[in-house]
């Protein structure tokens, strides 16, 4: 599961790291599983208790390294026949244990892993569930997971969920609870962020029961599906989990806690979100406070950072400088000056110094940024790299270089291209390219941009969301200009539908949609179905949004021509796309795809 610490950073996503205890197997134990940035109060670190990993982890055993010296009969040792041994199962998770902390790789791990299931399988009384066996599934998933094969994970996890019975006791809760997260985390990786939330759901759910409601471990759980919630774009869903994390820690942690501060946090990210900018402004000062109470600088320094954004979107720039500058002193001294904690300052001081009108200044922070990515110091991640050019890209399309805004997003792109759990970001820096490639007039690279954006989004569950709809209209636009019509219905429609039930039809963006779905239905030869969309808009303007605004007017006159059109004749073969784009215009393809006339489609 990504911890999240901002909507426009992407998460970092450390290599896999796998704990398997040799202690007696009868409590199941989760093995630590992928996750995007390892976070000490996310449950995925702190979860219910389960038997800490002996010291043994560090170093082969003396077992395992007589077994290596003696490959041939070890084989025959753990051949098939013997699989029915009760005592083999926790000797090859031993093994695995081993294989893993020496450093061989996972692959002979994993080999160990899956016979230790077969034995705990075999070995298991009929009519009794088998933890030992379910905790063996956490492993050889765990391992699949260090692999690279998300894929191959998720049946073994679906499979131990199903092993314990929750009727049984404490343990069996736990080992479902840890398989369900650890299974939301595994679709997490995958890009399927509704799956993810579905497991994280019945996790928590389980582990409620079994705990009771305001156990301080069940608020971890709240946060970590708060966060999950925050990456799916959920906001209202995540509101109410922090919520509830913040009422647990005020009973069970002192004042100003650490884990206090962390809720307050993500939900001045959440406010953020929602516009709610000067609650937002007072959950960050009251976790910037119990940050300095408990000594944590670098901490405060990021909340600064927080704290500066919030102040840049209420035009509070003075003050905005003022808390980016304090947060750039921190990570100078604490980090360095090439650190990439120094490079995002920069950022958001070029966006302020954008946004005041000082272009001079921005542009060289801006630089200064992207000398810092282009020779990352030791430790910096590939996300991080890749969120910064994309930040920076956005400031060089405000300064009208669609062109080196182009090439920006390809670097980041580049740099995320073989990391696992990234599809969503992904496809959010392709339609960024794809609307650049439209405004520089590449149509067709524009198209094939948003065609793949929508491939991930559809594939990570959010063909729901607004932001698909919105992208499923650009994608619409650009088939416009490539005289796909067709295409671009559909495209339309499916907007429309998205847009109507996450925004409603008086969103501004649902509107524009309305629009362009007319247009392309009046190109269409459908001249009844336009009608019919114009004349539900412009009761919509008249009713509850006023006239005021210039668009009624341009949809009014489009609405006269198509009635006098459908009532001057009613078999009138349909608009050409090229009139439909510019009617006054007779030229080439090419040529009229350059602009649109006030009868073109909205962006």
Known sequence: MPGLVSVKTPPDAPPLRIAVSDESPHTPIRPETIRSEPKSNSPATRRPPSPSPSTSRAKPSPDRGSAKKKSPPEKNLINESSL????????????????????????????????????????????????????????????????????EAVPVLERAIKVPELPRGADHALAVFSGYMQLGDTHSMLGQLDRSIECYKEGLKIQMEALGDNDPRVAETCRYLAEAHVQAMQFDEAEDLCKKTLEIHRVHSPPASLEEAADRRLMALICEAKG??????????????????????????????SIGNIYSSLT????????????????????????PSVAS?????????????????????????????????????????ASGLTEISAIYELFNEPEEALKLLQKAMKQLEDKPGQQSTIAGIEARMGVMFYMVGRYEESRSSFESAVAKLRASGERKSAFFGVVLNQMGLACVQLFKIDEAAELFEEAREI???????????????????????????????????????????????????????????????????????RNKKAKSLENLIDPNSRRTKKETSRKWSAFGFRS
């Open 316 to 339: 509070r720039f003075d003050e905005a400088v003022f808390s980016y500058q304090k947060a750039l002193t921190v990570f100078k001294s604490s980090k360095g000056d090439n650190h």
């Open 345 to 385: 300052v920069f950022v958001r001081l070029a966006d302020l110094y954008y946004k005041t009108g000082k272009i001079r200044e921005s542009r060289s922070y801006c630089e200064n940024a992207l000398r810092i990515y282009a020779k990352p110091v030791p430790g910096t991640t590939a996300e991080e790299i």
């Open 84 to 151: 029915d041994n009760p005592d083999l199962g926790p000797f090859l998770l031993k093994l695995a244990r081993d294989t893993i902390a020496s450093g061989e790789g996972p692959s002979k791990a994993l080999d160990y892993a899956l016979r230790a299931s077969k034995s705990f399988e075999k070995c298991a009384v009929e009519g009794e569930p088998s933890l030992d066996l379910a905790m063996s599934l956490h492993v050889v998933a765990a391992i699949y997971c260090s692999l690279g094969k998300f894929e």
């Open 499 to 569: 847009l109507e039930h996450e925004c409603g039809p008086c969103h501004q963006d649902t509107l524009g949609v309305y629009s362009n779905l007319a247009a392309t239905y009046d190109a269409m030869g459908r001249i009844e179905d336009a009608i019919e969309i114009l004349e539900y808009v412009l009761k919509l303007r008249e009713e509850k949004l006023g006239t005021a605004n210039p668009d009624f007017d341009d949809e009014k006159k489009r609405l006269a021509e198509l009635l006098k059109e459908a009532g001057r004749s």
């Open 276 to 305: 709610d900018y000067e609650a937002a402004l007072e959950h960050l000062v009251l976790a910037s406070m119990a940050m300095i109470a408990n000594g944590q600088e670098n901490e405060v320094a990021s909340i600064d950072v």
